[in-house]
């Protein structure tokens, strides 16, 4: 009885070291990339021309990575905005990148970053659902499903930069 419980325990012990190292390798290299994306929403389109997108990421790694690119089937293009007060008007300004910090997330919400679906494709109606993929520097291509929702809905379902999340460190 003693002989078999000890000649199981050891290979048992053994197991663990092996995959702790594992786990402590994949740590120390840069490949160890953990993102996640999530509430992916599109806004009804008013003009039928373009919708709003917006969602949240992340970060559970430890390194810095940046969103670079959209791309959906749903438009032809996808542009990543910023939204700024300029003398009391909003105005949307393009950019080429946004970083999601190590161990942190982003939020893009209404009145702050957002994702401007350009040139769209198909007619967008509430509760359609269609892939977006997302390109990170590090993390590549990561797909996500995006829901189409009423702008009333809107705030209630992402917030926006008014309330946003203080962990959004904005
Ligand atoms: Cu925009």
């Not at 690119?69 to 300029?86: D, F, G, L």
């Amino acid at each position: 009885m003693t002989d078999s419980t000890l000649s199981f325990r050891v290979p048992a012990i053994l197991a663990l070291v092996a995959v702790t190292a594992l786990a402590c390798n994949s740590r120390e290299s840069p490949e160890n990339i953990d993102l996640e994306v999530s509430q992916v929403f599109v806004t009804e389109p008013v003009t039928g021309e373009r919708a709003a997108m917006y969602f949240a990421v992340t970060n559970n790694g430890e390194a810095d990575d940046e969103l670079l690119a959209i791309s959906t089937a749903a438009a032809r293009v996808a542009e990543i905005h910023r939204t700024e007060q300029e003398g009391g008007r909003m105005r949307m300004v393009p950019i080429d990148a946004l970083t999601v910090p190590a161990g942190g997330s982003i939020d893009l919400v209404p009145g702050g970053y957002h994702v401007m679906l350009l040139e769209l494709t198909r007619q967008l109606l509430p509760d359609d659902r269609f892939d977006v993929t997302l390109r990170f520097r590090h993390a590549g291509e990561v797909v996500a499903r995006a829901r189409v929702i009423r702008y009333e809905d809107v705030e209630k379902l992402v917030g926006s930069a008014a309330t946003g999340d203080a962990h959004s460190g904005r």
